[in-house]
């Protein structure tokens, strides 16, 4: 099997390739070549004609705690990759710099792995914020355990929401609201009344529960299973997603680049925010 820095890479039985998030001491906060790592680990699964269902879970505590935004050097990250999308350039200046690295790495890859060819089942334990968001929302399926949140924490950064922008077919436009503007994380349970989440199972039965969920996709033909993912998603288009993402990830770089303008440190709780990594406000 491939190694990866950040991830793991399996095939834990016949026609299920299964990737793990593997940063656990940084609760699998994703930096640049984790996403890239991401991308690839998708890329095997999809190229494997033996592979008919991928599972994404996460080692430690946590599914993922977001983007690194402690990333250092994020320009010099993205370009020791070779991209995917046709946004990102060396000539970057003003806006257009967290613009495009943003169209590449986040929106951008959000949408590929909810257009991947075959079917995906986010693992979920523990938190997912922010930006963990956009690991689990661009998969088919997602099978939570009991003790699962679930948290778009942007709204205390000033940020009208994280970059891929599907709050309101996750959750429901009413339930996307009450989550996006308060800030407040959601327990599987609500995720589960909302459509959001298949199925919630205890911790200890997480790894079991999603391979037998696996299984039961797993057999039927691949062929099938792809054209059937494919025309759900259509429904997507038809409900106008593209023109939706669009408006959001203009106004998420709106202020993004409000924040940069107005330099206000109180748009960025801190405390809220290292509260939840565990460390204390001095670090
Ligand atoms: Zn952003």
Redesign the pocket.
């Known amino acids: 099997m491939p190694e990866f820095e950040s991830l793991i890479y399996e095939i834990p039985e016949p026609h299920i390739a299964r990737i793990w998030l593997n940063r656990p001491e940084a609760r699998n906060a994703q930096d640049t070549k984790l996403l890239y790592q991401l991308n690839d680990a998708f890329d095997m699964a999809m190229q494997d004609s033996s592979i008919k269902v991928v599972i994404l879970a996460a080692k430690g505590p946590h599914f993922s705690a977001g983007?690194d935004l402690r990333e250092p050097k994020v320009r010099e990250a993205l370009k020791a990759e070779k991209t995917v999308g046709s946004w990102a350039s060396d000539d970057w200046e003003g806006a257009e710099a967290?613009y495009a690295r943003?169209k590449e790495i986040?929106e951008g890859f959000c949408r590929r792995w909810r257009d991947l060819a075959k079917p995906t089942i986010a693992s979920v334990h523990g938190k997912s914020i922010a930006g963990g968001l956009m690991l689990i929302w661009p998969m088919d399926f997602i099978i939570a355990s009991e003790d699962a949140t679930f948290q778009d924490n942007?709204m205390f950064m000033g940020?009208p929401g994280?970059?891929y922008f599907v709050h309101a077919w996750e959750l429901g436009i009413r339930k996307a609201k009450e989550f996006l503007l308060t800030g407040a994380p959601i327990t599987a349970q609500e995720g589960l009344e909302a459509g959001m989440i298949n199925k919630i199972v205890p911790l200890e039965e997480l790894e079991e529960a999603t391979l037998a969920f696996a299984r039961s996709i797993a057999d039927k033909p691949a062929f099938a299973l792809k054209l059937a993912k494919d025309a759900i998603n259509a429904a997507y288009q038809a409900q106008g997603i593209e023109n939706v993402q669009k408006i959001a990830f203009n106004a998420?770089?709106l202020s993004?680049t409000h924040y940069r303008l107005t330099q206000d440190g109180s748009m960025l709780d801190r405390e809220f925010l290292n509260n939840f990594r565990g460390r204390s406000k001095k670090d």
């Open positions: 983007h967290a943003e986040y942007t940020i994280v970059e998420h770089h993004h």
